[in-house]
C-alpha cells in the first residue's frame, strides 16, 4: 500500500530555509499522480502549498509561488519541499500526500512533521 | 483562486445526533468537491470525495451531497469517534483550496 514518510530538520531560523522530503513506498513515484504539499499552522485550517507530477509539471499556492519549490527524485522515489525566507508564519505541520485517479481527492498523507520557525 | 467557506466554525452535538456541515465555493466547481476527517496529532482522512462518493471503509451514517457553488456533510447518528474537525476541498482548479475547518464537539 502507498505509505509517506516526511523529513526535515524540526526548527529553521528567521531568514532561512526550509527543506522538507517525503520519502514513497508502496508504490513507484513516477506512478500517474501528483504529489502534494499540506501544511497547518497550529489551531488553524489546512493550506494546500503545491503538486507535482513525475514529469517535473508544478503547480503552486499563488501567495508562497516566489518562495517555494517542490522537486522530485525518481532514482529515490522521494519528492521534495524547499521554502525560503522563511517567518515565524511558516512554522506549521507540514504533510505530503499523494492524490487518487479521476476526481483527485487525497487518501494518501504522510503522519505530518512540525517544523517550527525559530531563533 | 477559488475560496471556500464552511459553516459553521464549531458546532456542539450529542451522541445521536444528525449534524450538517456546508461548504461553499466561490465560483463552480461543479463536483470535485471532497470531505476530510481529522483528529488531534492525526492527518486528515478522507471521507467523501466528488462530493457523494463514500470513501471505501467509511460508514454510511455519513454522506455528502451537493454541486457547483453549495455542498453539504450530513452524519447521521453521531458516535463518540465521530468528533473531529471536518474540511472540504475542491480539486477543481489550482491552488486546490481548503475550507477552514468545522470542529464538532460533544454537547
Known amino acids: 500500500q502507498v505509505q509517506l514518510q516526511e523529513s526535515g530538520p524540526g526548527l529553521v531560523k528567521p531568514s532561512g530555509t526550509l527543506s522538507l522530503t517525503c520519502d514513497v513506498s508502496?508504490?513507484?513515484?513516477?506512478?500517474?499522480?501528483?504529489w502534494i504539499w499540506v501544511r497547518q499552522p497550529p489551531g488553524k485550517g489546512l493550506e494546500w502549498i503545491g503538486e507535482i507530477h513525475h514529469s517535473g509539471s508544478t503547480n503552486y499556492t499563488p501567495s508562497l509561488k516566489s518562495r517555494v519549490t517542490i522537486s522530485v527524485d525518481r532514482s529515490k522515489n522521494q519528492f521534495s519541499l524547499t521554502l525560503n525566507s522563511v517567518t515565524a508564519a511558516d512554522t506549521a505541520v507540514y504533510y505530503c500526500?499523494?492524490?487518487?485517479?479521476?476526481?483527485?481527492?487525497?487518501?494518501?498523507w504522510g503522519q505530518g512533521t512540525l517544523v517550527t520557525v525559530s531563533s | 483562486d477559488i475560496q471556500m467557506t464552511q459553516s459553521p466554525s464549531s458546532l456542539s452535538a450529542s451522541v445521536g445526533d444528525r449534524v450538517t456541515i456546508t461548504c461553499r465555493a466561490s465560483?463552480?466547481?461543479?463536483?470535485?468537491l471532497h470531505w476530510y476527517q481529522q483528529k488531534p496529532g492525526k492527518a486528515p482522512k478522507v471521507l467523501i470525495y466528488a462530493a457523494s462518493t463514500l470513501q471505501s471503509d467509511v460508514p454510511s451514517r455519513f454522506s455528502g451531497s451537493g454541486s457547483g457553488t453549495d455542498f453539504t456533510l450530513t452524519i447521521s447518528n453521531l458516535q463518540p469517534e465521530d468528533f473531529a474537525t471536518y474540511s472540504c476541498?475542491?480539486?477543481?482548479?489550482?491552488?486546490?483550496?481548503f475550507g477552514q475547518g468545522t470542529k464538532v464537539e460533544i454537547k
Open positions: 508502496g508504490v513507484s513515484i513516477t506512478s500517474n499522480n501528483w
Open positions: 476541498q475542491q480539486s477543481y482548479s489550482t491552488p486546490r483550496s
Open positions: 465560483q463552480s466547481i461543479d463536483r470535485y
Open positions: 500526500a499523494r492524490d487518487g485517479a479521476g476526481v483527485r481527492a487525497i487518501p494518501y
